[in-house]
Every structure is written in structure tokens, then in C-alpha cells.
């Protein structure tokens, strides 16, 4: 038979084609591999998750790494990107962030370059108060609404976190106690190991009846506003770490409305106060910074004299010393103890002295349970004639637990140990709360809750105070 030489030579054509193919591929390779790392060495180094030339490029264990460039963001849009300071963090396919499946978290909302979570919710509440031989009870609804606002910035970071809660009294008698509380914060990372950062914040709530300072015979006490502004540059110097920053706070008191209807001011209590602090600690290993502390402060009545005819203004000064301890997600916080006094303009005030302590330590003592301790010291001013103040101590802890993957139980303690100077014609008080609760996800974007509390102050001279608190809600996460 005569061999059909037409089949041979259109396979021997398909090989030659695909040898063409093969080699042309190979050759487009080249360029682009070279302007991948072209665009690579051209990044900002300062750029988290940007791989310096010439070292091993690490093991990817999240998806949505911040800073990683791929073939496909080649394009001259994303190389204008790379050079722009607050653009929007990248994942290793150049997608938008995607939800973790395995995240139990409401996604939240996406507004530009940052994510907004946003909570509502709404509880009934009852309340049982003995004041000595006064006994009060109520049922109140309260309703609060809050979120977190952070951006995904690949350098520099916003964080705005809020919480606001209203309460409607529905049945007894007692009073409403409102409260809100905003606080922003903007890091910058500047250059060489050196960070900024800039916060601001708003409080209100309403004085507690049974603070020393609160007017006996009202029917609505005092609102408290407390405006913050604060700045602070840190940085590091090899081994040596140091900080210096400046906070500021301004508090304003609302007028008290009496059981007779009328109103008492007390804007003789309003006062701008300043505080300069700074810091220098030691790396002694990525785990243990010993450090020290000093600060400096003022605070300034707008008033020179109260109603009773004090100068109350005052100086501060603090020095400390403490621990930073980071052992990643296992126990990481500092400890500090130091000495605090407090020096007032009006001779016939005593200085307020004494020991501080004040820290925060977070341990995780196995997978689902965290515990949080916090120490903190500080004045409380006050407006009783011829008393300078008292130095409040508190120590908090909390601890959650997740029972199963949709339960969380929660137990927290706080102890407030209010000590006077010992020639102060008030006495010391110790106050106690403790409460538990448990939080029911029935899905990532609502929760039931349950809570109870207990709280005993008790003075060391007079009758103590108790107060019981349920309740049951509803908590709404976008």
C-alpha cells in the first residue's frame, strides 16, 4: 500500500505548532517575571506583608494578607496603587476581602475602605435597691445601641469604637441612668520604628447616687460630660523603647434636679485637667519589657473658689514602674506600681497620697476561655467642706467562657476601695459588684441574653447600700 503522506505531514505541522506555542509562551514568561519583580523591589519597604528583594518569601497561612501583589494586579491601576498611603488592603488574588466562612462574626458594612459593625439591643430589667431603711424597686427597659467602625488600610489605622444606652422606667420607682461613651483613634506608622497616634473621645453618664459626692435630697442627680483628647509618638531604639504623650480632658457637670422641683447648680465642679507622661522600657527578650514611668499633671476649676469657698485646683505627680509581658494570645499585658500625690492650691486641703497600682493582664487558660484582670488608681475630688478627695482603687475581673460554639457564659467581679487621708472627716468605703450572664448566638446576626448582679457598698461609717439587678434581651449584629 503507498503511505498517505498528507497525514504525516499534517501531524508533523501540529507538532511544529505546538513547539512554536510552547516556545513563544517560554518567552513571554521572561518579561513578565522580570517586571513582577521589578514592581516588587519599587514598593514601599515599610509596607506590612511586602517581601524585601532578596529573601525568601514567607508561608502564606492567611488569604487575606495585606500587601501581596500577584501577576494578575500587573496592571498600571495597581501600580498606582502600591505607592498610595491609605488604600485599600489587598488579598493574594487581588479580591476584595471575603468572610471567613469559619468566622462566626456578623460580616459588618462596608463603607470605602473601612468596615462598620454595628449592634442594637433591647432588654427588660428589674431592680431591687435597699438604702438602709429605704427600699426602692423598678422595672425599666434599656436600650443600646453600639458598633465599631476600623479601616483596612495597609499603613496607618483608624479605629472608632461606641456605646450608648437609654433606660425607660416602666414600673417602681427609681432613677433612669443613661450613659454613652465614643472613642477614636488614628496610628500613624511613620518612619524608622516610630509610631504616632491621636485619640479623642466623649463620655456621659449620670452621677451615681451613691457617690460620696452625690446631692442627698435629688430627684435626678448631676449629668456628667467628659471630653478627651489625647497625643502620643512612640519609638523604638533597638533594645531601648521610649514614649512620650500628652492627655487632655475636659469635665462638665449638669444641673441636679431636687425633690421639690427645683434645680441646683453645680458647674463649680467643672474643670480641664492635662497630663504629660512618658516612658522608657528595656527589651529584655520579645516577651519581657521592664519599664519606668513618670507624669505630670494639672487640673484647673473654671471656678476659683466653690460654693463653700475652696480653691480646689491641683497638681499631680506620678512615678512608676512595671512590666510588659507578651506571650501571644496565652497572656499578654503590664503590671505598674508606683506612688501618686496630689497637691492642692488651698492650704486647708491635704494632699492625697498614696501607693498605685495599675495594669491590665490578659489569660487565656485554654481554647475558649478568657480572663481579663485590671487594676487601676486614681482621685476622686470632692465637694464635701474641708476634704481634698479620696484615691480610689479598682480591681476588675472578667471571665468568658464558650459552653459550645453558640454559648457563651460570662462571671465578672469588681471591688472599688475608696481610702480618704486620715485626718479627712469622711470615712473610707469599699464597694462590691459581682454579676453573671449568658449569651445564646442563634445566628451570627442575633443573640439572647441573660444577665444578674449584685452590688454592696458599704461606708465605714453608715448604713450600707444594695442593689439587685435581672434581665433578659435581644442583641441585633450586622
Known amino acids: 500500500m503507498v503511505p498517505d503522506n498528507s497525514r504525516s505531514t499534517g501531524r508533523d505541522a501540529r507538532r511544529l505548532t505546538l ?197 442627698s435630697n435629688a430627684r435626678t442627680q448631676s449629668g456628667v460630660n467628659t471630653y478627651r483628647l489625647g497625643a502620643a509618638i512612640e519609638r523604638d531604639f533597638g533594645l531601648i523603647r521610649g514614649s512620650v504623650g500628652l492627655d487632655l480632658d475636659r469635665r462638665t457637670y449638669g444641673d441636679v434636679e431636687l425633690e421639690n422641683g427645683t434645680t441646683l447648680s453645680v458647674e463649680d465642679r467643672n474643670r480641664n485637667s492635662g497630663t504629660l507622661t512618658a516612658r522608657v522600657g528595656y527589651e529584655m527578650s520579645p516577651a519581657l519589657i521592664p519599664f519606668i514611668e513618670a507624669a505630670v499633671g494639672r487640673s484647673t476649676y473654671d471656678l476659683r473658689q466653690d460654693t463653700l469657698g475652696f480653691e480646689r485646683s491641683y497638681q499631680s505627680y506620678a512615678t512608676r514602674g512595671g512590666l510588659e509581658v507578651d506571650l501571644g494570645e496565652k497572656l499578654n499585658g503590664e503590671l505598674a506600681l508606683g506612688y501618686e500625690t496630689y497637691r492642692f492650691e488651698d492650704d486647708r486641703l491635704s494632699d492625697v497620697s498614696g501607693l498605685s497600682v495599675d495594669g491590665r493582664l490578659n489569660w487565656s487558660p485554654q481554647r475558649g476561655t478568657d480572663v481579663l484582670f485590671g487594676l487601676s488608681t486614681g482621685l476622686n475630688p470632692s465637694t464635701t467642706a474641708g476634704v481634698s478627695g479620696s484615691m480610689d482603687y479598682a480591681l476588675t475581673n472578667i471571665i468568658t467562657h464558650e459552653m459550645r460554639s453558640d454559648l457563651v457564659a460570662r462571671l465578672s467581679n469588681t471591688l472599688i476601695i475608696r481610702k480618704y487621708p486620715s485626718d479627712s472627716r469622711s470615712s473610707d468605703e469599699t464597694t462590691w459588684r459581682t454579676g453573671a450572664g449568658l449569651t445564646w448566638d442563634m445566628n451570627r446576626y442575633l443573640a439572647l441574653t441573660g444577665d444578674v448582679s449584685y452590688e454592696r457598698t458599704t461606708p465605714d461609717v453608715g448604713d450600707p447600700t444594695d442593689i439587685t439587678r435581672v434581665g433578659v434581651g435581644l442583641v441585633l449584629r450586622r
Open 19 to 215: 513547539m512554536a506555542l510552547l516556545l513563544a509562551g517560554t518567552a513571554m514568561a521572561v518579561p513578565l517575571s522580570a517586571r513582577a519583580q521589578t514592581v516588587a523591589n519599587s514598593a514601599v519597604p515599610t509596607t506590612p506583608g511586602v517581601v524585601a528583594p532578596g529573601t525568601a518569601a514567607p508561608a502564606i497561612a492567611d488569604p487575606q494578607v495585606t500587601g501581596t501583589v500577584s501577576a494578575d494586579d500587573l496592571s498600571p491601576a495597581s501600580d498606582e496603587d502600591l505607592i498610595r498611603l491609605n488604600r485599600r488592603e489587598e488579598t493574594v488574588d487581588g479580591l476584595r476581602a471575603r468572610i471567613d466562612p469559619e468566622d462566626d462574626r456578623a460580616p459588618g458594612v462596608r463603607i470605602g475602605t473601612f468596615t462598620l459593625r454595628p449592634t442594637i439591643s433591647e432588654t427588660i430589667n428589674h431592680e431591687w435597691r435597699n438604702d438602709g431603711d429605704t427600699k426602692q424597686n423598678r422595672g425599666y427597659l434599656e436600650t443600646g445601641i453600639g458598633g465599631t467602625l476600623t479601616s483596612d488600610w495597609s499603613r496607618h489605622e483608624l479605629t472608632v469604637t461606641g456605646a450608648g444606652v437609654l433606660q425607660n422606667n416602666i414600673s417602681g420607682e427609681g432613677e433612669e441612668e443613661p450613659r454613652a461613651d465614643i472613642d477614636a483613634e488614628l496610628r500613624l506608622d511613620l518612619w524608622d520604628e516610630t509610631v504616632a497616634r491621636l485619640r479623642a473621645g466623649y463620655s456621659f453618664e449620670r452621677e451615681d447616687a451613691d457617690d460620696p459626692n452625690a446631692i
